[in-house]
């Protein structure tokens, strides 16, 4: 199977005519949830650390980046904005990619430089982003499970040099080599993963740079392996003990995988999301003071989180609070995660949240055909909450952004809201918002884009 050259040829050769127009507003969506997400990650100390990096090695001016007034050149914002959009468990995720975080931030930072229309850059959203979907679909999730790569790190390169070579205009032959290019860069580590390292936040950014500057590498002449996804030693023998290579291109243009994509409500891991959303519904039915909270079980059928990483009730880090479904359950009965900067690091010095992370219980319920559960799909949670002698139940199915109950653009408006407001007023968040809802119109991309800076 050439899988290499055929998704070239799709980048390549794809109009935004053969685009269905529900393919066009399922990546309206993605891209308004990449906006807020980068404006959550945009202050926090990680980001602020690779900020001041990228400060000290200085360069032209040619693109934006989130919150920052000053410009950077086009692989420096590429970093910086993925760093942003994946760094506070913000960003969407479907098919073990994350292409809101390694796709946008390439195709922002040459869409910005190129002057190039809105039907343009949705369009390279559009096909990165189903690339990016195929080869995570089919490396599988065993690359991470079983070798201990970080996924969207493994598979991020390629949708981002996708991104960049459509709008850089490569021919076929030109993003195949691109593709070769950017396998080189495929990397990232689960290791930061019983520490709470900062990695995570960077590998998403590093992964979105690597592959613009494998597209500008490419359209240069440089030169990398045509087979470097199929290959005996490409990605999928290197990376995955038990790759699914058919699945690269079965239906390509016809099946879109990228709408197949779980959006996170709330700035927390995806395991966290329906045990958030049954506690802010608890908490909007019933008065409840959470330090009179006796204890709290939480049965799910999503399979995911019986991993160690995500039930750890006293993480000792910003990164493990997100992931630990026990301590984020505290939080969300304490705080308002509906803003995300009510998750930041004092909570893990609360003594009250701390308190209550550890009265929480956590049972695996298999699923109604006891199979387990597709990544995204949410299953089924029931949070119960024991206090002042009441015993308080919430049930949940999908949430609102799971893969069977999709987030409409609406709902990711109130998202954007919730998430930007501390960098942007409301005007400039109308703007933006009218600016993404009809991309198409945009003659000039730029106009959306500069925004970003605040």
């Given at each position: 199977m050439?899988?290499t050259?055929e998704l070239?040829?799709?980048v390549?050769?794809a109009s935004?005519?053969?685009l269905?127009?529900?393919?066009?507003d399922?990546?309206?969506?993605h891209?308004?949830?990449?906006?807020?997400?980068?404006?959550?990650?945009?202050?926090w100390p990680?980001t602020?650390?690779?900020?001041?990096?990228?400060?000290e090695?200085?360069g032209?001016?040619?693109?934006?980046?989130?919150?920052?007034?000053r410009?950077?050149?086009?692989s420096?914002?590429?970093l910086?904005?993925?760093?942003?959009?994946?760094?506070?468990?913000?960003?969407?995720?479907?098919?073990?990619?994350?292409t809101g975080?390694?796709?946008t931030p390439a195709?922002?930072?040459?869409?910005?430089?190129?002057r190039?229309s809105?039907?343009?850059l949705l369009?390279a959203?559009?096909l990165?982003?189903?690339?990016?979907?195929r080869?995570?679909?089919?490396?599988t999730?065993a690359?991470e499970?079983?070798?201990?790569?970080?996924?969207p790190?493994?598979?991020?390169?390629?949708?981002?040099s996708?991104?960049a070579g459509?709008?850089?205009?490569?021919?076929?032959?030109?993003?195949?080599?691109?593709?070769?290019?950017?396998?080189?860069?495929?990397?990232?580590l689960?290791?930061?993963?019983?520490?709470?390292?900062?990695?995570?936040?960077?590998?998403?950014?590093?992964?979105s740079?690597?592959g613009?500057?494998?597209?500008l590498?490419?359209?240069?002449g440089?030169?990398g392996p045509?087979t470097?996804?199929e290959g005996?030693?490409g990605?999928?023998?290197?990376?995955?003990?038990?790759?699914?290579?058919e699945r690269a291109?079965a239906g390509?243009?016809?099946?879109?995988l990228?709408?197949?994509t779980?959006?996170?409500p709330y700035a927390?891991h995806?395991?966290t999301?329906?045990v958030?959303t049954?506690?802010?519904?608890?908490?909007?039915k019933h008065?409840?003071?959470?330090?009179?909270v006796?204890r709290?079980?939480?049965?799910?059928?999503d399979?995911?989180?019986?991993?160690?990483?995500?039930l750890?009730p006293s993480?000792?880090?910003?990164l493990?609070?997100?992931?630990?479904l026990?301590?984020?359950?505290?939080?969300?009965?304490?705080?308002?995660l509906?803003?995300p900067?009510?998750?930041?690091a004092?909570?893990?010095?609360?003594?009250r949240i701390?308190?209550?992370?550890s009265?929480?219980?956590?049972?695996?319920?298999?699923?109604?055909?006891?199979?387990?559960?597709?990544?995204?799909t949410?299953?089924?949670?029931?949070l119960?909450?024991?206090?002042?002698?009441?015993t308080?139940t919430?049930?949940?199915?999908?949430h609102?952004?799971?893969?069977?109950?999709?987030?409409?653009?609406?709902?990711?408006e109130?998202?954007?809201?919730?998430f930007?407001?501390?960098?942007?007023?409301?005007?400039?968040?109308?703007q933006?918002?009218?600016?993404?809802?009809h991309?198409?119109?945009?003659?000039?991309?730029?106009?959306?884009?500069v925004?970003?800076?605040?």
């Amino acid at each position: 199977m050439a899988i290499t050259r055929e998704l070239a040829d799709f980048v390549a050769s794809a109009s935004y005519e053969r685009l269905p127009q529900h393919v066009v507003d399922r990546v309206k969506v993605h891209a308004l949830d990449a906006f807020a997400s980068g404006f959550a990650g945009a202050r926090w100390p990680w980001t602020q650390m690779v900020i001041a990096m990228a400060t000290e090695q200085g360069g032209i001016a040619e693109a934006s980046a989130f919150g920052q007034q000053r410009g950077w050149n086009i692989s420096q914002a590429a970093l910086l904005n993925g760093v942003m959009i994946s760094g506070f468990e913000a960003d969407h995720s479907g098919h073990h990619s994350h292409t809101g975080a390694t796709v946008t931030p390439a195709a922002l930072a040459v869409a910005e430089r190129e002057r190039v229309s809105g039907r343009d850059l949705l369009t390279a959203l559009a096909l990165a982003s189903e690339v990016g979907c195929r080869i995570g679909v089919a490396q599988t999730r065993a690359v991470e499970d079983e070798r201990g790569f970080h996924n969207p790190g493994v598979n991020g390169p390629y949708s981002a040099s996708a991104a960049a070579g459509r709008l850089l205009g490569l021919d076929a032959e030109t993003q195949a080599r691109a593709f070769g290019i950017a396998g080189s860069h495929s990397a990232g580590l689960i290791e930061f993963a019983w520490t709470g390292a900062m990695t995570k936040r960077l590998h998403l950014g590093r992964a979105s740079q690597y592959g613009l500057e494998s597209a500008l590498l490419a359209a240069k002449g440089f030169t990398g392996p045509t087979t470097v996804i199929e290959g005996k030693y490409g990605m999928f023998n290197a990376f995955s003990p038990s790759p699914r290579p058919e699945r690269a291109l079965a239906g390509l243009g016809e099946v879109w995988l990228l709408e197949e994509t779980l959006i996170k409500p709330y700035a927390a891991h995806g395991v966290t999301q329906a045990v958030i959303t049954a506690a802010v519904d608890l908490k909007r039915k019933h008065e409840i003071d959470p330090e009179a909270v006796e204890r709290v079980t939480v049965a799910s059928t999503d399979h995911r989180v019986v991993l160690p990483r995500f039930l750890d009730p006293s993480p000792t880090n910003h990164l493990g609070a997100q992931c630990s479904l026990p301590f984020t359950t505290a939080v969300a009965l304490f705080r308002d995660l509906g803003d995300p900067m009510e998750y930041d690091a004092s909570a893990l010095d609360d003594a009250r949240i701390r308190a209550l992370a550890s009265r929480v219980t956590f049972e695996h319920r298999a699923g109604a055909d006891g199979q387990k559960l597709v990544e995204g799909t949410g299953g089924h949670l029931e949070l119960n909450v024991v206090a002042d002698g009441r015993t308080l139940t919430a049930e949940t199915g999908p949430h609102i952004g799971s893969i069977p109950n999709p987030a409409s653009f609406d709902d990711i408006e109130d998202k954007f809201h919730r998430f930007s407001r501390h960098l942007l007023d409301e005007p400039a968040r109308t703007q933006m918002v009218e600016r993404i809802r009809h991309l198409e119109n945009l003659s000039d991309a730029s106009e959306l884009i500069v925004g970003i800076r605040g």
